[in-house]
């Protein structure tokens, strides 16, 4: 399998969504409070948090796993910044994850010949690596999908029945 032109595209627009998406989960949160609804405020930030939590743990276990299958176990320092930059609103694990995947992406997309000699049995595809950090960060969305977003879409579902108003930010 191929990483391709499009799957870089794609890999752009999933970068586009989740920073938009972290934009509108933090003004969402602001207007609950904002409005003194400070309920549905602690209610946004708990799921935002939880789903961060989460995502950030698997992220953490999986780097510390590719860092042993490449054999460089004693690279700490990876570790400790993927620890250091779990905060509290914005999901910088995925954020550096896509930023390594659209990095190497855009090299195997663009730039990579696949009509170099493989001299070596054990020489690692870099397709194969791309596709595998894209795999990767799908599931990490995936997770934050069923531990942040459905819980929000709850959320908002019970304010606008409560409450029978809808605002432009609850959309």
């Known amino acids: 399998m191929k990483y391709t032109k499009h799957n870089f595209m794609m890999s752009v627009l999933g970068i586009i969504i989740l920073i938009s998406d972290l934009i509108v989960d933090i003004w969402v949160f602001v207007r609950f409070f904002h409005e003194g609804q400070y309920v549905f405020g ?13 995502v950030h743990c698997f992220s ?35 954020l550096y994850r896509y930023w390594f995947a659209l ?19 054990e020489q690692i595809d870099p397709h194969k ?17 069923y531990l942040e977003v459905c819980p ?15 605002n432009f930010y609850q959309c």
């Open 42 to 54: 602690v209610l946004t930030l708990s799921f935002m948090l939880l789903g961060t939590l989460v």
């Open 60 to 94: 953490y276990s999986w780097l510390k796993a590719d860092l042993k299958k490449a054999g460089q176990e004693s690279q700490h320092y990876f570790l400790l910044l993927h620890c250091l930059q779990g905060e509290v609103f914005i999901n910088k694990c995925l």
């Open 103 to 121: 990095k190497k992406g855009y090299y195997v997309a663009f730039k990579y010949s696949s009509k170099t000699n493989n001299f070596m049995e």
């Open 129 to 145: 690596e791309v596709i595998d950090r894209v795999t990767d960060l799908s599931m990490l969305r995936l997770f934050e999908t």
């Open 152 to 166: 929000q879409l709850v959320l908002q579902l019970y304010v606008l029945l409560e409450y029978g108003q809808v």
